[in-house]
């Protein structure tokens, strides 16, 4: 039985990005591969806001906060998934940032529905016996879950609310991944608005995880345009397993 979720606390943008792409029964809304970029760039996304990765040269690149992370839970002997996949990264630098999204995103739908279910944000559906091999649905706990992402960027970009670097970020991850189409909708020149917004974060004095996040999303969007239109999964380099 998951426990209750903490409402204190601010789901991640893997967790906000998964929720979004899955309606208030755990159904998806997009392909699974396309829901897999997504959140595997939502998770990339999350490590460069809070201080751990940067983008140089279309690879990824340790800041000695992570590495100094490395070395405490090396230590410990206690790593976590985010550990896990920063230790990955640091031994394996001659990955493309296109190459580790498309690697990570088999497996981080499941990695992030597993923290969910484990916060008490979501609760597995159970499949009929004779469609046990169908993959596990996750069923939100608060049936408005799946809104909440849109429903803080609709605000944003219609100029009600401030518009963060975060904002930015989740509103042109939705774009590259189409899910901005059913999220925000009512938006009237929803591309405009989005794209207005991704160009001035891009001509403006751009710090290091700015360019960053923004270098993330372009193979995000490439990633999730061949898969939308192939039926084989997204290339990758076969790393994270």
Known sequence: ?????????????????????????????????????????????????????????????????ARALLQETSSRGRPTA????????????????????????????????????????????????????TPPRYEPVDRNAPNH????????LSGRSSLTLLDMFEAGLLQATQLHRSRLASLPDLDDVIDHELRKLGTSELTPRTQSLCALLVPTRALATAATHSRTPADTNRIYV
């Open 1 to 65: 039985m998951p426990r209750p979720p903490d409402g204190q606390t601010p789901l991640r943008p893997g967790r906000r990005f998964y929720l979004c792409a899955h309606d208030a029964r755990g159904r998806p809304l997009l392909p699974a591969p396309v829901i897999g970029i997504g959140t595997a760039s939502a998770i990339f996304g999350d490590l460069i806001l809070i201080g751990y990765l940067i983008i140089v040269d279309d690879h990824f690149q340790l800041l000695p906060r």
């Open 149 to 156: 992402l849109g429903d803080r960027l609709l605000l944003a």
């Open 82 to 133: 985010y550990t896990s996949l920063l230790h990955d990264l640091f031994r394996n630098p001659k990955v493309t940032v296109r190459g580790w999204t498309a690697d990570l995103a088999p497996y981080a739908p499941h990695w992030i529905a597993h923290r969910l279910e484990a916060h008490g944000h979501v609760r597995e559906v159970n499949h009929p016996r004779l469609l046990r091999r």
